[in-house]
């Protein structure tokens, strides 16, 4: 097939699929996909929850006209829903789910205050969907445990659920969609800014600075992947430009699939606090329940940082369309808001002067909702209650799971994927305690260099691209990775989802690899 003369420039994933035309030309063979980062696992007990919730839910609403055809249901009333779910639960006693939904009520009701009638009311309503999402940001019961949840996940529970508010979105996806448009309709970012983004960083975090509707300047702040993909002082102190309006981040990272350290963590936290108080920080922490002992940038800057997170890797659940906007009462975003010019100000008020006649005490992640919307139909948006109850029961689950058994799976699951993975290619490979292993990043000079040697090396990468590698790769062996340089990765490279694919997928990946490796191996011995 003709490929485009510079692969480089493509996008990883328009890239990725010209490679799987190309994995797929040969039809006696098969193809394996780590371009991808959809999990392969995820969350049993809380989705047996959902379609008992489900269950119990249609047969609440087929009381109110049971008099009208069997098709024919209602609202589910409050009065009396504990007895009913009790004696619907003794009925169908071991039945998955069963049990867990009856311990979600009663942990709701002893730890957080929460009333079994209440809560149970609110997930019945939500399942059914007859009721729009009020408030919008999210139902308030489901946004009590979530809150716990996160704060457990994200900040270790050191910072009070009271302390910080959340609106429910539909996946990570749409919250970095809105946060970019509202901070663009707010004045908090115009075009020609500067903002610094820590790389490598998933792709389409490079690309949205620059579509033109944004038109920002990126400041380029390198992890070291000499120092395990840690951020250096040196890189640090380019924060101190006082231009620099926003440090953009995931964390742990993406593609290299690191945690910040803690000596980072608290760098980064002490420039911004003695420093940069005006830096505003946004993050998306969705690979951060796979580290151990995970705290977000959002734990230590909570006045500076919005964040984001997604429940669609953890638990399996890229379909369901997951994710919140985390943000703490009192915050820079709000303060910056406040110290607009009057002309901007003025502007805000005619945009938001629908929703209540003091605009400018609209707190951001409210304007963040209204925005979501385009302001008029602010009256209609939020999460879809359904979806909105599935992630209220993942992280209640979690909270019920004191060992943390699921996460201790999740993440064997996918470090014994990185060791069969490098041992297949040919050496065996170093753990960082900081590393979560969701991806690897194969880098091509350090890879040629321990196998076979530093003069091999220097011509591999005078002589072959990382795109070069990769689409070779693919075309003699039928595996498709994601190039390097597309997540701004310095070396030729190419990055492997760990999270899709079998055991024995993985070690046909590493030998495949191997493979490509000796060609060139031997290629340049013929040359010597």
Partial sequence: MTLPKDLENLSPFEFKDLLIKMATSDKDRMMLNAGR?????????????????????????????????????????????????????????????????????????????????????????????????????????????????????????????????????????????????????????????????????????????????????????????????????????????????????????????????????????????????????????????????????????????????????????????????????????????????????????KRYSSLTDKPRELKFIDRLVADSRAVALNHTAGLSCPQQLQMMLFAIGNILDERQDYKADAKRLIRRRYAILHNAIGYTPDFDTNSVDYYSIIDLEELSLKLHGAKFSKWLMTKYTGAEFITRLADETGVVLLPGKGFDVDHPSARVSLANLTEHSYQAIGQAVRKIMDEFKGEYSSKA
Wanted: net charge negative; aromatic share 10%; charged share 25%.
């Fill in 37 to 349: 980062g959809n999990p392969n696992f995820l969350a049993t007990q809380a989705r047996h929850a959902f379609l008992r919730v489900g269950d119990f839910a249609l047969r609440e609403s087929e009381r109110s006209y049971s008099y009208l055809s069997a098709s024919f249901g209602g609202m589910p009333d409050k009065e009396g829903i504990v007895e009913r779910f009790d004696a619907y639960a003794l009925h169908d006693e071991g039945s998955p789910g069963i049990d867990f939904i009856s311990s979600v009520l009663s942990f709701a009701d002893d730890h957080l205050g929460i009333k079994k009638a209440e809560l149970l009311h609110e997930i019945t309503e939500a399942f059914l969907g007859c009721n729009y999402p009020v408030p919008p940001k999210m139902l308030p019961l489901c946004q009590r445990i979530v809150k716990v949840y996160l704060s457990n996940q994200m900040c270790g529970a050191k910072l009070p659920t009271e302390k910080f508010d959340i609106f429910a979105t539909e996946g990570g996806t749409a919250a970095m969609t809105y946060i970019f448009e509202s901070m663009k309709s707010n004045g908090l970012l115009v075009k020609g800014d500067k903002i610094a983004i820590i790389t490598p960083i998933f792709s389409p975090y490079l690309e949205i600075p620059r579509i033109p509707a944004y038109d920002l300047e990126i400041i380029d702040i390198k992890a070291d992947e000499a120092k395990s993909w840690q951020v250096q002082q040196k890189e640090l102190k380019k924060l101190l430009d006082p231009e620099i309006k926003l440090l953009f981040m995931v964390n742990p990272s993406n593609p290299p699939s690191v945690k910040m350290s803690n000596t980072v963590l608290k760098s980064l936290s002490e420039l911004v606090s003695k420093k940069r108080p005006d830096l505003m920080i946004v993050t998306d922490d969705v690979y951060g329940t796979f580290a151990d002992d995970f705290l977000s940038i959002f734990s230590v800057c909570p006045y500076n940082t919005l964040c984001v997170y997604s429940f669609s890797k953890y638990f399996g659940a890229t379909g369901w369309r997951l994710g919140t906007i985390v943000l703490g009462n009192d915050n820079i975003f709000d303060n910056l808001i406040g110290n607009l010019s009057v002309t901007v100000k003025k502007r805000l008020d």
